[in-house]
């Protein structure tokens, strides 16, 4: 397959297996949130994973490197995100693994089987309409604001896209933390494991990852907390393993 690249478009090397993505900064690239979910989320070999709000695909190409997932569902639905995500896929030869779908997470349901992923992630907007100036047409603003599609609206799709007993595991803000385990529970499934990440060691959390286990018993696993950079601003060995 030939790949075309469109204006303002570039290739990065994601140096992980030789696997690469195509981006454009004039709309949303991936941050370090997505690399740190990648990792955090348990996905066993064999396992059927979907990622709500895929973007540009980042996190599937990412566990395609870092996993034996059989197959891995995106979906996007920005139609130019889409188009991104589904030519990186065939840029890296991901086709027989990772499928990206253009479609409304709300509604995802409908066309993908209930009760059918053993594990889903989602990197979603974290901050709520209202809180800033947002302009509904803008890429980064739906990516980055609740426009589309509400803190709700994804764990109620996580949910019945799980299997029981499934696993869904999010980035997001701590300050949503009270909402993110609240709605957890609001949809049956119960936060099991937990870690704030810290820029240093001298400010507060700036993520939060969780992952909850659809109709899990109550229990919680508070895991260390992980820094980006040491004392001098260089990564810290824990974000350079990651």
Do not use: W
Request: charged share 25%; hydrophobic share 40%; aromatic share 6%.
């Amino acid at each position: 397959m030939e790949l075309i690249m469109k204006d303002g478009e570039r290739i990065d090397d994601l140096q992980l297996k030789g696997l690469r993505i195509i981006q454009d900064k004039s709309k949303f690239c991936f941050g370090t949130d997505a690399i740190l979910l990648s990792s955090f989320a348990r996905v066993n070999s064999g396992d059927m994973v979907a990622d709500l709000g895929t973007g540009t695909g980042i996190i599937p190409i990412l566990l395609c490197g870092k996993t034996n997932a059989r197959y891995i569902r995106g979906i996007e639905i920005q139609h130019d995100m889409v188009d991104m995500a589904r030519r990186s896929v065939a840029l890296n030869e991901l086709e027989d693994r990772v499928d990206i779908s253009e479609g409304d997470i709300k509604i995802a349901h409908a066309y993908l089987e209930a009760g059918s992923f053993d594990v889903v992630v989602s990197n979603p907007p974290y901050k709520k309409v209202g809180s800033g100036i947002v302009n509904p047409n803008d890429k980064k603003a739906i990516a980055r604001h609740e426009i589309l599609c509400t803190l709700k609206d994804v764990i109620s799709a996580a949910s019945r896209l799980l299997r029981f007993g499934g696993r869904f595991s999010m980035v997001h803000r701590p300050d949503r933390l009270i909402d993110i385990v609240c709605g957890m529970r609001e949809y049956n499934i119960e936060p099991k494991r937990i870690q704030m990440v810290h820029k240093n060691q001298s400010k507060p959390p700036s993520l939060v990852l969780i992952e909850g286990i659809l109709g899990g018993k109550p229990s919680i696993d508070c895991l260390p907390p992980l820094f980006i950079y040491d004392e001098e601003g260089n990564y810290t060995p824990q974000l350079c393993k990651i």
